[in-house]
C-alpha cells in the first residue's frame, strides 16, 4: 500500500544509494587512535551489495540542541550545534558512509522528545550544512518536531491542528524548510506521549494531527512518521493502551503519514512478544521501530547482538501481517552513536548499527552472516577468531533475556537511568505503570502479569488463533509465558525437566534460566581472553573489561531478582543452583545516581 508521496521519497533515496554505492566502498579513514569502523582500507571486496529494495530505513537520534543524547551510551552528540554551521567534524562524512554501506538511508537527527528551538531560522541553517554532508552519501535528513512549535516560539496562541492559522505556520515553516533543504525527508513526531504536546490537547485525533503536518509536507514529497507510543495513565493495561488508541482510527491518515510502532507494546524490552497494531492495521501505513542503543540490555558495556532478537521479530512478523514484511515501507532505529572514539561506547556495539541496516533490508538474512560479515570487516577475517567470536554473539541475546528478565518477565529494571536490577522499585508518587510490581505482580502465590481473556484482555488484540495460543499457560510459548500469565510458584508443564528428567516447577525452571544466564555471561570473559592473539591491544583490553563487568552484572541481576522473589514464597533454591553472592538487604540498599544521558560507571556498581 505504498503510496505517491512515500513512493517519490522511497525512488529519491534507493536511486541515490546506488549512485553512491562505490563511494561508500572506498572506506573511511581511520580515528586519531587507529580504530575506525567496519569500513577499513581493503575491506571493500567484502563488503555486502547495496540493497535496492525501496525501503527507507532511518536512523533515530535522540540527540538534543545542548549535546546531550537520551539513552545515549557513547558519549555526547555526534552533532556539533555549538559549532554549525561554521565548522563541519570530517565525522559525519565518515558516518554517512558507514550508514550507507549497509543501506540506511536516512537519519532523524534530534530527540523524539523535541525541543520547539529545533525549528528556528538558526537551528534550520545548522542542519542545512548536516544536511550537505550526509546527501554526498545518499543520506537525507529529517527532524522531530514537536507539536506545540508554534505556541513555544510564542508566534501563535494555539497548536490546535484544525486552526488555519496553525495550519498555515506549519506550511510556511516546511516551505522555509525546503527552500534550504531540497531533499529534506520529513517529520518525526512524539505527541500526547509522556508529557509531549499533541492533537489530544485540543480534543482532535492523532489522525487530525498527523495529516495537518502530512498536507504541509506533501507539496515537497516529505512524509511524516507519527510515532504510536502512547499510554494514558488511566489505562488497566499499558500493553493495550496503543492497539485501543490508534485502531479506531485504522484508514484516516493521509497517503504520506506512517505510524511507527515500537517492536512490542510495552517499550524496547529484552522480549515482548509483536506489538498488535503492526499487523492488525490494515488501511494504514505502519513501520516497525527497533531500539540499537541498549537502553534495556546493558547500555554499552554489555555484549548483546540483537541481530538475533531483530530476526526473531520479523520472521514473526511476517507470519502475521498480510503480505508479510515485504509490505513495509520503512523500519526505524534509535541510534546508539555518539561523539565516543568508537562511536558506539563499545566496540561490539557497532555490531548493532551494521545489524540495522542489513536486516532492516533484507530480514531473511541469517544473523551468523551478518556476525561472520561484521566481525571480518572490524577486526580480521582469520577464521580462528570470526568464528568463536560469532558463536559469542548468536549466544549473547538468548543470554542477556535469561540473566535479566527471562520467561516474559519485563519492565524489573531501576528507576530513571534503567540500569541494572530493582524489581522493588516503587518510589512514592510514580505512577503505577513506571514501577516493576505493576508489571511482574508477584506475591506469594505465583507471578507475572495476567492479560488473558480472564484478565486484561491483551490476548484478544492477537486475532483467534494466536490469543487461543497465548491464554493457554500450557500452550504459551515459555518465553512469553510470565508476560501473559500470573502463575503459581509451584505450575509445572510436562517439558520442563532438569537435565536428569526431575519434574521442574515455576520457580526452579526461574532460577534455571537465571544461573544458564549467568554461566553464559561468565563463558564469554574466558572466550574473549583466547582472543587476544587476533586483536589490538587497546581494543581487546577495554572489550575484556566490558565482558567482566557483563559476568559480574548477570550475577547481580540474578541475585537481586532471585533473593526478591524468593521473600514473597520462601522455597529454597534448587539443590543444584550457585549460591547468592549478594544479600538482598545489600542490594535494596544500593543506589545508582545517575541521569538518563550519561552511560553507567563500571567502578560504581555492585
Known amino acids: 500500500m505504498t503510496h505517491a508521496p512515500i513512493r517519490h521519497l522511497v525512488a529519491a533515496l534507493t536511486g541515490t544509494l546506488l549512485l553512491l554505492a562505490c563511494t561508500s566502498r572506498q572506506g573511511v579513514p581511520p580515528d586519531e587512535d587507529g580504530h575506525a569502523l567496519w569500513l577499513r582500507e581493503g575491506t571493500s571486496a567484502l563488503l555486502p551489495p547495496q540493497p535496492a529494495d525501496g525501503r527507507i530505513v532511518v536512523l533515530d537520534h535522540w ?46 537527527l534530534n530527540n523524539v522528545n523535541a525541543k520547539p528551538l529545533m525549528l528556528t531560522t538558526e537551528m534550520l541553517q545548522k542542519v542545512e550544512a548536516i544536511a550537505g554532508e550526509l546527501r554526498k552519501e545518499g543520506i537525507r535528513v529529517m527532524l522531530a518536531v514537536n507539536f506545540a512549535t508554534p505556541m513555544a516560539l510564542g508566534e501563535l496562541p494555539t497548536a490546535d491542528p484544525l486552526d488555519e492559522e496553525v495550519a498555515a505556520w506549519w506550511q510556511a515553516k516546511v516551505d522555509e524548510i525546503y527552500g534550504l533543504i531540497p531533499d529534506f525527508g520529513g517529520f518525526l513526531v512524539k505527541a500526547n506521549s509522556e508529557g509531549q504536546p499533541g492533537p489530544m490537547d485540543y480534543a482532535r485525533t492523532h489522525a487530525e494531527g498527523a495529516n495537518m503536518l502530512a498536507d504541509a509536507l506533501a507539496p515537497h514529497a516529505g512524509i511524516v512518521m507519527w510515532r504510536a507510543f502512547v499510554y494514558a495513565a488511566g489505562s488497566a493495561d499499558r500493553a493495550c493502551q496503543a492497539y485501543e488508541e490508534f485502531m479506531p482510527l485504522d484508514g484516516q491518515f493521509r497517503d504520506n503519514v506512517i505510524l511507527q510502532v515500537k517492536n512490542g507494546p510495552i517499550d524496547f524490552q529484552p522480549r515482548e512478544p509483536l506489538s498488535p497494531l503492526l499487523f492488525t492495521l490494515q488501511h494504514t501505513h505502519v513501520m516497525p521501530e527497533l531500539q540499537i542503543t541498549q537502553e534495556y540490555l546493558g547500555e554499552s558495556i554489555h555484549t548483546v547482538f540483537l541481530a538475533q532478537q531483530w530476526s526473531e521479530f520479523f520472521r514473526h512478523l511476517d507470519e502475521l501481517r498480510k503480505g508479510g514484511v515485504a509490505t513495509l515501507p520503512a523500519v526505524a532505529g534509535v541510534a546508539n552513536i555518539g561523539d565516543d572514539t568508537h562511536w558506539c561506547g563499545s566496540d561490539m556495539a557497532q555490531a548493532n548499527w551494521y545489524a540495522f541496516g542489513r536486516l532492516a533490508h533484507d530480514p531473511t538474512l541469517a544473523p551468523a552472516q551478518i556476525a561472520r560479515e561484521w566481525l571480518a570487516l572490524t577486526f580480521t577475517d582469520d577464521v580462528r577468531f570470526v568464528e568463536p567470536m560469532t558463536d559469542l554473539l548468536l549466544r549473547s541475546y538468548e543470554a542477556a533475556v535469561d540473566y535479566m528478565m527471562p520467561m516474559g518477565l519485563h519492565h524489573l529494571f531501576a528507576g530513571g537511568h534503567h540500569y541494572g536490577p530493582e524489581p522493588w522499585c516503587n518510589p512514592p508518587g510514580w505512577r503505577t505503570d513506571w514501577t516493576p510490581p505493576y508489571y511482574h505482580q508477584a506475591d506469594k502465590e505465583g507471578i507475572g502479569f495476567d492479560r488473558t481473556l480472564g484478565g486484561s484482555g491483551a490476548v484478544a488484540q492477537y486475532g483467534d488463533s494466536l490469543c487461543a495460543l497465548f491464554n493457554d499457560p500450557i500452550t504459551c510459548p515459555e518465553e512469553y509465558l510470565l508476560w501473559f500469565h500470573h502463575l503459581p510458584w509451584t505450575f509445572t508443564r510436562a517439558d520442563w525437566k532438569t537435565d536428569d528428567g526431575a519434574q521442574q516447577n515455576l520457580w526452579e525452571r526461574l532460577c534455571m534460566h537465571y544461573d544458564r544466564g549467568v554461566a553464559e555471561a561468565q563463558d564469554f570473559v574466558e572466550i574473549w581472553q583466547a582472543m587476544r592473539p587476533y586483536v589490538d591491544n587497546l581494543r581487546w583490553e577495554r572489550q575484556a573489561a566490558r565482558f567482566e563487568r557483563q559476568a559480574r552484572d548477570a550475577v547481580w541481576w540474578r541475585d537481586a531478582c532471585l533473593l526478591y522473589f524468593q521473600s514473597f514464597h520462601g522455597m529454597p533454591l534448587p539443590e543444584s543452583a550457585p549460591a547468592s553472592q549478594h544479600t538482598l538487604d545489600e542490594l535494596m540498599a544500593f543506589h545508582l545516581d545517575m541521569d538518563n544521558y550519561t552511560a553507567a560507571d563500571p567502578a560504581l556498581l555492585p
Not at 551510551?73 to 559549532?83: I, K
Open 63 to 108: 540527540d538534543n540542541p545542548d549535546g546531550t543524547v537520551e539513552r545515549g551510551y557513547a558519549g555526547r552528540s555526534l552533532w556539533q550545534w555549538d559549532v554549525l554551521p561554521d565548522s563541519l567534524s570530517p565525522r559525519y562524512r565518515a558516518y554517512a558512509r558507514a550508514c550507507a554501506s549497509v543501506g540506511i538511508n536516512a537519519v532523524v
